[in-house]
């Protein structure tokens, strides 16, 4: 087929002066700014698109399509460098598929509650059956995604949580709301410019801004018991940054309301905040992802390509000295307790070694504490007597994982930073507390054990308060990462996540 009149709603096809022959125009794969009519009560529509490499020299073949949603104060034609990092992971193996980029100012992707503008209308009604009909399209809901970052974190959610017909499968990135605390107390500018004119609720106050048409699009009064059946034929992956000043608390929190109800679900929690960068970098998963649901895959599990399993040489008592340690043994170092049930000590050999693996220069020791063979502070002080190590707090760190997590966190004066994993900290959430001298690390993975503990620490490392009633907030750095059925590879994936932010300072 001819490439002239292959794209003729991107390029058009010009007529062909007498008596020349027709010049056939190049294959454009990546077109910006296709105007299209709509009925929706929305000015100049438009999108843009990507089609897949050797879509012109295939044309019985069909595609996926996924719907790639901008941010608040941009366009659909803000992606060119998604463009790149797309044909990037298709020469590493993603495959083909259709990229359709709508423009939608700073709607939300929401119908307005006045009825001013139709957006979500524009994008169901017209805007998907227009590229099912100009393009090859697998025209189904089961070949049809929809993925966006920051306010277009919120279409693709919203989206496919009204029409779960049109989209089965949601990934919001950084997704732009807020609880209905942080809503209530927004700034009056912020709350009419963004949300108030789509929702209902402008020029209002704490809970008159909590109207019902918010309450029908707000994720936290929609993933509840009632609604599982219907919600559960999509499949939803949220992906966030531990930088982010505000939006991480309301994606977390709704991790966790998901998981009390038991809506199946990816959740990944990684180092940075409100940018293209981490956007992409999250995209290196969730566009493979995409690929994988659709293809009718299974569990979604992560192979460890990234990390090299050697063994350390330990102690004959099971602890490890660090080369600086050795040389120098009177002069201490930093203490690092390993804090466990069970772990036999093949694998306490490996998670030392990955320990051993950061390139630290400091003196340091790697002193193991299996609490099943006995308490914590017994297995300080049996340290601290041999070796001279932990006497100090400021020397001290703790890694804690699951149930020892309990331990660790009530002997808060005797470490100055805490690495969790996936770790037990109390009976009650609501007194878990932070402190602005101490250091964080939080590691989980979406489908661990103790996912309400992890996020009540997170929460109160976000809101120190202090001895006059300020707030600050303390030093820390939170991971949520995909499960592993291989319990030792997860042990493993956790250390080495805590190897590679291990300070001594």
Known sequence: MSAICLLTVIIGCEKTPAGKEPQEQEFERYAQNILYENNSKVYKSTYSILLPEGYDKEPEKRYPVVYMLHGFGESGKDWSSWVSAIKSMEGAGLQQMIYVFPNCNDSYYCNYYDGKAMYMDM??????????????????????????????????MVLPLKNPDVFSISVPLSMSFRTDEQYMTESQSGWD??????????GKTGEDRLTDYYKEHCPFYQF??????????????????????????????????????????????????????????????????????????GEWTRIMKDVTVTSAALNEDGSFSSDKFKENPQEGGLAIYLAHNGFSRDLMEKAVGMLSQTGQIFPYMVLPCDLDVK???????????????????????????????REAYALADRFNAYYYVDADLTDSEESITADVTKRYYIDQTDDGANYRDMNALYRACKNVVL?????DEADFEYRMRNGNSDKEKEILLAIKSVADNLRYK
Not at 133 to 154: K, P, Q
Not at 467 to 471: F, L
């Open 123 to 156: 994008i169901v009604k017209e805007l998907v059956p227009l590229i099912d009909n100009t393009y090859r399209t697998i025209a189904d809901r089961g070949h049809r995604a929809v993925m966006g970052y920051s306010m277009g974190g919120f279409g693709a």
């Open 375 to 405: 308490p914590l502070t017994e297995w300080m002080t049996e340290y601290n007597g041999k070796y001279g190590i932990g006497g100090s707090a400021e020397k001290s760190h703790i890694i804690a994982f699951g149930n020892a997590g």
């Open 467 to 471: 001895e006059d009633g300020k707030t």
């Open 193 to 202: 410019s963004q949300w108030g004119k789509i929702f209902g609720g402008r």
């Open 224 to 297: 509840i018991p009632e609604n599982k059946t219907e919600l559960s034929r999509v499949k939803w992956f949220f992906h966030c940054g531990d930088d982010e000043e505000q939006l991480l608390i309301a994606n977390d929190n709704l991790h966790v309301q998901l998981r009390d109800n038991g809506f199946e679900h990816e959740f990944r929690i990684s180092d940075g905040g409100h940018s293209g960068d981490y956007w992409r970098t999250a995209a290196r998963e969730t566009l493979p992802w995409i690929q994988h649901v659709m293809n009718g895959g």
